[in-house]
């Protein structure tokens, strides 16, 4: 037989302290057997059967993807219900990853030019277990690396993390200040990072600085033909596209940046980006646009570049 309810208007007891304690013995044990919030115990989803419907959002740059789909449908609860799962990979953790370059991990040679080289790399069998690393755990079991090797200073300076402080370049700094420094660097046009880019066969044009009315058709044609090549390989239309120039760019020949609308990439943020369409619009209105216009971009807090217009600021 059934408890009887007590009476209405009569609370139940409150707990004692003997009820206390084996509450407290409960989340004690609970917390020793890997139980709650940040278990390292074995768990499941609140769910079964997480079945995607729809890539909400993605960020390659951000490591991070959202998901929807449906779930608990075998469970005969009509269509199943809705779930939204974010995915995103974790930080490396220097011991982890010092422990994996040391041992023998598979590389997939990827790319490979002069010093640079990228691969695919798995952990080594007997590591994949230990969870070596959250980054493979996390999404898939291959580590995109890059290698740069042999390393000069300027290769270690370069990958540094600095303070950027923002400065105005005018055309005549870029003559008589960025042009001669830029001239006494060994600069290299080695391709590094790339995605999809168009490079320009023609030397001798630097960057924006150097574009005149002479080569708009040369803008227009990359313009054009990068849209068109892109649509062909891709399927990407035109209005989905980002295409434009880095000032100051990572190396000094002419090329121009692809990319689609919703890719977060590195340096294509307003300091840095300017659109080909709006270059090209610029050079018609003012053939002399980019020899005589004041341009913003970021450099890091240890450039010599940054001191010289610094100190031209001051005098």
Do not use: W
Not at 12 to 27: C, L, M, S, V
Not at 78 to 104: H, N, R
Not at 184 to 201: N, P, R, V
């Amino acid at each position: 037989m059934a408890d009887a309810a007590p009476p209405p208007g009569k609370r139940k007891r409150e707990p004692d302290a003997a009820d206390a304690e084996a509450a407290g013995k409960e989340d004690k044990d609970a917390k020793e057997a890997g139980i709650g919030n940040g278990t390292s115990a074995s768990v499941r989803f609140p769910f079964s059967g997480f079945k995607v419907q729809k890539v909400l959002r993605e960020s390659a740059r951000d490591k991070i993807l959202f998901l929807h789909g449906k779930v608990n449908e075998a469970s005969g609860d009509g269509d199943g219900e809705d779930a939204v799962v974010i995915l995103e990979k974790t930080p490396f953790q220097v011991e982890q990853v010092a422990q994996l370059l040391m041992g023998s991990p598979e590389l997939q040679l990827q790319f490979s030019n002069d010093i640079y080289s990228t691969y695919h790399m798995f952990p080594p069998r007997q590591l994949s277990g230990e969870q070596v690393l959250a980054e493979v755990a996390a999404c898939g079991e291959d580590i995109k690396t890059t290698v740069v090797y042999p390393a000069t200073e300027k290769h270690l300076q370069k990958y540094l993390r600095q303070d950027l402080r923002l400065v105005q370049e005018t055309g005549g700094d870029y003559k008589n200040i960025t042009l001669p420094y830029l001239e006494s660097q060994s600069l290299s046009i080695q391709l590094d990072d790339l995605y999809l880019i168009a490079i320009c066969h023609r030397r001798g044009i630097r960057s924006l600085r150097d574009l005149t009315v002479e080569h708009l058709p040369l803008l227009r044609n990359i313009l054009r033909e990068g849209q068109e090549a892109v649509l062909q390989r891709y399927q990407v239309p035109a209005d989905r596209l980002r295409v434009y120039l880095h000032y100051l760019p990572s190396y000094y020949h002419l090329h121009v940046h692809f990319t689609a609308l919703g890719f977060d990439a590195p340096g294509s943020a307003v300091e840095r980006a300017h659109l080909l369409a709006e270059v090209i619009e610029n050079l018609e209105h003012d053939p002399q646009h980019y020899q005589q216009r004041t341009l913003t971009f970021a450099l890091r807090a240890d450039d010599r570049l940054l001191q010289l217009l610094q100190e031209a600021r001051k005098n």
